[in-house]
């Protein structure tokens, strides 16, 4: 038992080994050589958004939140997902080149197969992590574990009165916090570290005076991991001139410039940077924030227009996204500059495609979009 655990464990060390010098030498080689360039090498992550569905209705997200982008597009404009063994196709083909999955939604436990489709993926020698609002985690532990999933982020907003105020629908807090315990108590009945939990409270006016007591509510679930996303957001100027630009340069009409339009002028920077420090202090390395860089959270809020850093996005060199329907595009949050589809051509063809050079080119050349400015994926 002993010796299984123990290759089993070294086997993991070995893939994120792997990942590690991959990324390491990937990044190097794109700043020295092919960021300069409109082609790229193979991708390091493979985001792969396998459903569009959720269950929840959180209102500040870009999909289904007050301005997201599913509640406003006609039913006949989301196309046919990805059956399982499609999916499972391109997993095999994604990992020969590509060490990393983190699989995204929607919600992507709405599908019953994701787990499944993890299994594959680990299988291949990925890893594989999972991004959920947490709602149907129940009854599920055993299986998780069992998966080899790698790491699991689950969204948590505050405390009960906090969190289902937010994210709306399922009764959020009590079946989020349930299904974590019996994932904690998971792996320590089978003395596992992995997946490894990270609980994530994404930054509004409504929770920002509790930031501290969701750390501590963090503590005591027994997660691994405490981050603070401070939320993407633009403005409806940033976004108007974003769209305008997408239309001249691109001809497309862009839809989720405007679904992150929010009114974050009820942010209190100053209470929210001493939380932080607190957070800090206590979690030490196991405190994450999203952006994954030190800023001024003053500036975060207030100057939107600003970048947080003067260097240029290198997301295009180094990721790719795979829709539900298939489609292939680059930011996870601003996904509407579709290069091709993969039911239709292979993705390594695609990826260094006419559609995938002349997004790089833009990026290259111009930089973001204005109302990308507070994306997350210009800084991982």
């Known amino acids: 038992m002993l010796s299984t655990k123990a290759n089993a464990c070294s086997e993991r060390m070995g893939k994120y080994a792997r990942l590690c010098a991959t990324r390491s030498w990937r990044k190097l080689l794109v700043s020295t050589c092919f960021r300069h360039t409109d082609t790229a090498p193979p991708p390091v992550t493979a985001v792969l958004r396998v459903t569009d569905t959720c269950n929840l209705r959180c209102r500040q997200c870009g999909q289904w939140g007050d301005r997201g982008v599913f ?149 005591s679930l027994g997660v691994d991991v405490f981050a603070l996303g401070f939320g993407i957001f633009t403005t409806p100027e940033l976004a108007s001139v974003s769209s305008r630009q997408a239309q001249e340069e691109f001809g497309r009409d862009a839809k989720f410039f405007g679904a992150f339009v929010r009114d974050v002028s009820g942010i209190n920077a100053d209470m929210v940077e001493t939380q932080v420090i607190e957070v800090r202090n206590r979690w030490r390395s196991r405190f994450k924030t999203y952006p994954p860089i030190r800023f001024r959270i003053h500036e975060y809020f207030q100057h939107p227009e600003r970048p947080l850093m003067n260097a240029g996005c290198i997301t295009p060199w180094l990721s790719v996204q795979i829709m539900s329907n298939g489609d292939m595009a680059f930011c996870s949050d601003f996904p509407d500059f579709v290069v091709g589809n993969v039911r239709d051509s292979d993705v390594l063809k695609l990826w260094n495609g006419s559609g995938s050079r002349a997004w790089r080119r833009r990026i290259r050349t111009k930089g973001i979009f204005p109302a990308e400015n507070r994306c997350c994926d210009h800084h991982v």
């Open 71 to 219: 509640t406003v597009l006609a039913p006949g404009n989301v196309r046919r997902e990805l059956s399982t063994s499609e999916w499972r196709s391109i997993l095999s083909r994604l990992a020969k080149f590509c060490p990393h999955f983190y699989i995204f939604g929607g919600e992507p436990f709405a599908r019953k197969d994701v787990l499944e489709l993890t299994r594959t993926a680990v299988q291949h020698g990925a890893t594989v992590g999972i991004n959920t609002n947490g709602t149907l985690l129940g009854s599920k532990g055993a299986e998780i574990v069992d998966s080899g999933l790698d790491y699991l982020m689950v969204s948590l907003d505050g405390p009960e009165d906090v969190n289902d105020k937010i994210r709306l629908g399922s009764r959020g807090f009590t079946v989020v916090t349930a299904g974590i315990r019996e994932l904690v108590a998971e792996k320590r009945s089978r003395r596992s570290g992995f997946p490894q939990l990270e609980l994530i409270m994404t930054l509004t006016a409504d929770n920002q005076d509790r930031i501290v007591e969701t750390s501590k509510i963090a503590e």
